[in-house]
């Protein structure tokens, strides 16, 4: 007899034509200027603790899902050096759903194309539950709404 599985990842990939270094920072350092980048998505992003960059910074969001707000407390990682931000839920809806949820992105550069890889890493409350991919599609979403910002810009 399989055990349930509780825990799990989740991955996807999009190609973007924005500068990738512009894209990387904002999910990193300028997440602040995501409501302006995809306000449909992102309806706020406030420093609760420490600042925008810094290791173990909590950020607090207003997001839209499925046609609801929620909210989400953060704690960030930001690897220059990779390009990679990591986000840790330490509070928000998203906890009343699973028992752990953690989103990274890494901007990937391949020949004359850039990339960004979404990955989620998550355990759910109990074996009933589904993976949590209306997260991954928003994060998709979201990406995409935020190159073709910056492309523009």
């Known amino acids: 007899m399989a055990s349930p599985i509780l825990a799990g990842k989740l991955e996807a990939e999009i190609k973007i034509k ?54 989400l407390k953060e704690r960030l990682t930001v690897d220059e050096e990779n390009k990679t931000v990591t986000a840790e839920a330490v509070g928000g809806h998203i906890l009343e759903q699973l028992k752990s949820y953690k989103a990274s992105l890494q901007v990937i550069p391949k020949g004359q194309s850039n990339y960004a890889k979404w990955t989620i890493e998550y355990e759910n409350i109990n074996e009933n539950e589904p993976a949590p991919t209306k997260y991954l599609h928003w994060l998709i979403h979201a990406g995409k709404d935020v190159d073709a910002s910056l492309v523009k810009a």
């Open 18 to 71: 924005s500068d990738p270094d512009e894209f990387f920072q904002s999910f990193g350092g300028k997440a602040h200027k995501l409501p302006n980048l995809c306000s449909d998505k992102v309806h706020g992003v406030k420093v609760h603790q420490g600042d925008w960059k810094t290791k173990g910074s909590v950020k607090l969001w207003t997001y839209a899902i499925d046609g609801k707000v929620e909210t």
